[in-house]
């Protein structure tokens, strides 16, 4: 199929983006076009206009401080599989990215335009939510927001972005080298969409120790220990049975099949980092 007739405009500038989506409800941002162009094909989308942010030079930025690296909406999925950026979880980033879809994708999807579609399947949405990563939002009078990824996240397709803002970038914590990282994907095939998906993280020294649950079909579901207790609840998910309790607990549901790959997913993913 052929998409419907759209006006497409390019802007220099998120101002300029910002102002353009503002005048016209009814206009879609594209970043890599990695979701959104099968959906102008089958005509799942038909906006009126098409805002091309790729080439605006801000939303392509990397900046680093000493707590946080943040990377600009448009820095691509290849981009962080290739280290070509700032990484402050020693490599974690890069495994994520290698894992999605396939090269030609993420040659041209970006991090911020994943989060943007919010497709609760997606590899980023779980992992930033498990990082603690928060997204950075500029609106159509200049003025900007921070909303940790667990909260721009609402739905299935679902975010917080009000009309007239734009997700300007990603900020994502810096982690200790005592940090680990786990992480499992359930999938028929290698490059397909998740139906299950697992994200660990455990750094002692800054007292984070969170579990994630994705690909259930809203947003991610988060267990989350309280300072220096994450050793307690990585030990409770040796056990199957106390693992389908937790994730019910925090809202997960689904038939039992679904629950049991669920319950597979986390578990493999907190092992990873029990080793």
Known sequence: MKAAAFDYV?????????????????????????????????????PAR???????PELGRVEESADAVTLGA????????????????????SRVARGIAYRAVRSRGTI???????DPAADWVSS?????AEVLITRADGTQRRLPVEDFIQGALA??????????????PRFSAEA??????????????????GVAVHDPARGVCRIVAGAAGGR??????????GARLLERFADAAAVHDMLTEAGLAGDAYRMRLHVAAVRRAVEEIRR
């Open 10 to 46: 390019r802007p220099a500038s998120v101002a300029e983006a910002c102002a353009l989506l503002a005048e016209d409800a009814d206009s879609k941002v594209m970043a890599g076009g990695q979701s959104l162009g099968p959906m102008l094909n089958l005509r799942l989308a038909r």
């Open 50 to 56: 098409l805002i091309d942010i790729t080439r605006i």
């Open 74 to 93: 448009v820095v691509t999925h290849a981009a962080i599989e290739d280290r070509r950026v700032a990484d402050p979880t020693h490599g974690f980033l």
């Open 112 to 118: 911020g335009g994943s989060l943007a579609h919010a």
């Open 128 to 132: 930033l939510t498990a990082l603690g």
């Open 159 to 172: 975010s917080a972005l009000e009309p007239g803002e734009i997700l300007d970038g990603v900020r994502i």
């Open 180 to 197: 680990r990282f786990g992480f499992e994907k359930i999938c028929r095939k290698t490059g397909e969409f998740a139906e299950a998906m």
């Open 220 to 229: 991610p579901v988060v267990i989350e220990a309280s300072r220096g207790a």
